[in-house]
């Protein structure tokens, strides 16, 4: 099982990004998927993550209105439109995913790490002001 995420780069601040992550090895169509980053000397932080449907999504507040989470279903793939992008952005943006749950009842745990099995191996966004 891999997921594969890549679109990352070296942009200027405002300026937008798309995320994508790829999944292989299995289904992960009635899974929650999520996007984390790890900025330089920090802990890793939840940024977004997705229900099955795509109809539930939840966000970390300081990229509510910025970043859109979504997914294909049929292509195993998660997104994250990445728009007016800051300094403070700049981070390795991890995929993963929590094949025990197609959504969550409560918001927070979407940003629990231990509930995600799957990660991927992360890509770098840089954002210069």
């Known amino acids: 099982v891999q997921l594969q995420a890549c679109g990352g780069g070296l942009v200027q601040a405002g300026a937008s990004l798309r995320l994508s992550c790829a999944a292989s090895?299995?289904?992960?169509?009635?899974?929650?998927m999520g996007w984390f980053r790890q900025a330089p000397g920090k802990e890793r932080e939840f940024v977004a993550a997705?229900?099955?449907?795509?109809?539930?999504?939840y966000y970390a507040d300081s990229v509510k209105g910025r970043l859109t989470i979504s997914r294909d279903n049929p292509k195993n793939t998660v997104y994250l439109q990445m728009n007016s992008l800051k300094p403070e952005d700049t981070a390795v943006y991890y995929c993963?995913?929590?094949?025990?749950?197609?959504?969550?009842?409560?918001?927070?745990?979407?940003?629990?790490?231990?509930?995600?099995?799957?990660w991927g191996q992360g890509t770098q966004v840089t954002v210069s002001s």
């Open positions: 993963a995913a929590d094949p025990s749950a197609s959504s969550y009842s409560r918001n927070n745990y979407a940003s629990q790490q231990y509930r995600y099995y799957y």
């Open positions: 997705i229900g099955w449907t795509g109809g539930m999504s």
């Open positions: 090895g299995r289904t992960f169509s009635n899974s929650v």
